[in-house]
Structures are given as C-alpha cells and as structure tokens.
C-alpha cells in the first residue's frame, strides 16, 4: 500500500463555494523535467464555471459589507500560513512549471506572500476625493465600491505570484472571485485553497476552477454575471478574451507579451551590466514576460560586450531543476521547448550566428532529466531588426544581440516592434537616461537595473503589451467601481 500510495498521481480537484468537488474529466499535467505526468487537472467547462460564479455571487453581499481593516486581517493571516508552507509550494511550483528550485523558493514564493501582505496593507490607506463648490453650496465626493464577481486568468510563468497578484487586491477591495489558474501549472494555486479557511476566508470569496483556456476560461470571459476579467497572458488570448467579453461591455485588464529591448551605451559600467542583462535574458529560462530579448549595444563596446556577454551567458548550468546549484530549468512543455528551438533555427537560416546554446554547444543532462524540455542559454548575433527572432515574442533562453551607433537611432529601433512592455538602459550619463526613458514606447523602463519593483507604482504594458495597469492605486481603481456624490448644504 505503501508504494502504491506514493505511485499514485496527484488529482486537482475544484474549489468552489469552499469545498474540494470532483470534476467529471481530467486532463494530464506534466513535470517538464522529467516529461512524467505529474498531476490530473480537472477539464472543468461550462457547468464548473456556473457553480463557481453562483458561489461568488452568493458570497458578495457579506464579503463586500466586512471593513477593509477585517478583510486586511484575513490577507494577513493567508500570507503568514504561505509562508509557513514556503518550501512545500516552492518544491510544487518548481516540479509543475520546470522552473528551479532556487527560483521558486527566492522569487514566486516569497512574492506570492508579499501580494498578500501588501494588497492587505495599501487597501487601509486610500483615501476618496472631495471638492468644494462654496458659491453653489455643495460639496462632491467620490465614493468606491467593489464591483461583484471577478474573473482572474492567469499564465503559466510565474503561477502562484501572478494569480495571486490579482486575487489579493480582488477580494481585499470586497469583491468576490472565480480564478483560472493555467491548466499547466495549477498544483500551487490547489494548495493555497487548503489554506483559506484556515484564514479566515469564508466560503465562496475565493473559487478556483481549473482547465483549458478554450474550456474553463472562455466560460468565464462569457458569464454574464462576471463583469471584470483580470488577465495575464498572451497577446493573442487577449483578442480573443476582447471579442468574447464584448457583448457584456465587461472591464478588462490585460497584461501581455512583450520583446524587450536592453539598450547599452559606450558609457555603461559593464561589470555591472553584464550579469544583469544575462538574468534579464535567462532567468526563469528567459519565460518571464519582462526578459530582454533584444540587445542594443553601441558600437564603441560592442565585441568586448559581446565576448564577455557570451563568457557570462555559458557559466549558467542549465539542468534538474531541484539541484539548487542549477540555474537554468526545464521549459513548460515539448511544444513549447519546440517553439523556441525553431527560432533558433529560423536565425541560423537568415544567416545570423549562434554564439553559444542550442546547436553549438553540448547539453549534458542527468540520467532523470533526459526526456525533460531543456535548452541551453542561447545568444544570437548579427540578426536584422525584421526577423522574428527580433519581432516576436520567444519566450525562452535566447536573446539577440545587435550594434547600434546614436542615440537617436537605438530609440527608433527599440520602438520598432508591435510590444512596449519593459525595456533596459544602460548608461552612466544621467541625461541621457532621462531622455531616452522618456521616448521608449515601453510601460516600464529600468535604467541600470532590472526587475527592481516597488509594488505601489504601475505595472502594466503599452502598445500589444496591454490594456491597464496594476499596482497599488490601479489595482484598486480597476477592482472597484468609482461613484461621484454631491451634497448641496
Ligand atoms: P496564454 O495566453 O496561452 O494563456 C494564459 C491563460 O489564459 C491560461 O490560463 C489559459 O488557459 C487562458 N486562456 C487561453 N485561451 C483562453 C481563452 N480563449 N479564453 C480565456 N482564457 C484563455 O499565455 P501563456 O502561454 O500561459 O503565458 C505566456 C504569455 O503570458 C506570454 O505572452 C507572456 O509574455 C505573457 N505574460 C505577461 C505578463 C505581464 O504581466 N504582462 C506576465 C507573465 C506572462
């Protein structure tokens, strides 16, 4: 009984209206560094999806009425019980979604609790509008309310962090939710759903469904009783996700790819630049949305950038995941690993050259791993600003690098794709910083620096990267509906 027990495979179930409810059919979700099934996820539809709104909307009227300083209490108190358990769900983030260990146990985690923490603290200090008009005798006001069941959909990149990111400013602002975790990483998202009672989350406040996007999430985007969707995820899905809700004229927050430019000039401190634009490129094996996969690098340094790029990109060890010394894991699945290779390819064939990964260099894999979806750190050189590899979103460890000469022309060129998520710059000329910021089309531009976040300003993408910001005072504009109230005295 004993090896049968710890043969048999994890089965997700539904959580809805605060119990765990069996799913008619399931679908396969596998651990990308071994290609095993590694869990049953419930292919929920239609019928899923009613129950969890009906639960959400059942739970609206109380939830809605507690105090933010309750509801804070309650996010509080779920965040201490994740932290308590922060090694079980790194171990299960990392198994689910390829990612390593040490990623999982210093990035998702330790955010997915500060989400909490932070959406607990910022709901007790906004404060409302008012205006005087003395000649007229009145006075306005603006007052906010939660806006009724939200429905959250979530990738499959940082799972946990970012499904969280959205359930934590939903429910602190008293609406109730239905979540969509991806159907490829939805182990963490089941877990956290043992914890909410135990929080103090009534029944039905939180409701998690799980299955396809085709399935589970179109059913979602449709219910006419959700009439806001948070979603993180491809530009694609996201048209979709627009027409769909459509009809139901439903609030949308849409965060979405991205093809960051990292733009180096001659002035830039190297030593410092370096190792960062190498995480920028490769952390979480390059499937972060805010990775640089395009890098601009002025003329006057560009073959010692590139060497020493290069040198650094190499000493990444790519392997088992749960091997703490690794840096570089598995992708999320075959196709996907297929994906990425092929743009590889696609380069080698427009004449560009591979410097080092796929194709060039050796990828020793431990006897466990070899079915997994690994690739090394991929640095391409000499690619034209029309190819794909330079206009599409890759979503993997490869990142091009190409020479620029003016500033003038780096912005253009940076500018030069349908994305304007985050970008990079690089320069110790505090000028130059200001004015090139200023004129990337891009929602967030760090300057020295990468993925450095303070929670209370915007996130969020221009152009194909999105629709909304999210954040302290965005989140909580978007999760709340705004009323404008005049006392005449
Ligand atoms: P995806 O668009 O394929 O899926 C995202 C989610 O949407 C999943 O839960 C999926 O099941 C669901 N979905 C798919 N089709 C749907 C439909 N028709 N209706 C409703 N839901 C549907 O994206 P992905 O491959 O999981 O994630 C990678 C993408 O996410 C990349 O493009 C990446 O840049 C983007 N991303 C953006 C951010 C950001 O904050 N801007 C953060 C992380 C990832």
Known sequence: ?????????LVLENFIGGKFVPCSSYIDSYNPSTGDVYCRVPDSGKEEVEAAVK????????????SPLERSQILNKLADLIEHDLEAFAQAESKDQGKTITFARTVDIPRTVHNFRFFASSILHHVTECTEMPTVGCVHYTSRAPVG???????WNLPLYLLTWKIAPAIVCGNTVVAKPSEMTSVTAWMMCKLLEKAGVPPGVVNVVFGTGAKAGEALVCHPDVPLISFTGSTLTAQRITEKSAPHCKRLSLELGGKNPAIIFDDADLSQCIPATVRSSFANQGEICLCTS????QKGVYSEFLKRFVAEAKKWKTGNPSDPTVDVGALISKEHL???KNYVKKAQAEG???????GVDPLALPPGNQKGYFMLPTVIAEVKDDSCCMQEEIFGPVTCVVAFDTEEEVIKRANGVKYGLAATVWSGNVGRVHRVAHRLQSGLVWTNCWLVRDLNLPFGGMKASGIGREGAKDSYEFFTEVKTITIKH
């Open 352 to 358: 560009a050259r591979v410097l080092c990964g796929e």
């Open 294 to 297: 395009r890098i601009f690098v």
């Open 338 to 340: 297929e994906k990425v």
């Open 1 to 9: 009984p004993t090896m049968a027990h710890s043969k048999a495979l």
């Open 55 to 66: 639960a959400a909307k059942d739970a609206f009227p109380i939830w809605s009425s507690r």
């Open 149 to 155: 069941v939200a429905g959250l959909i979530s990738p």
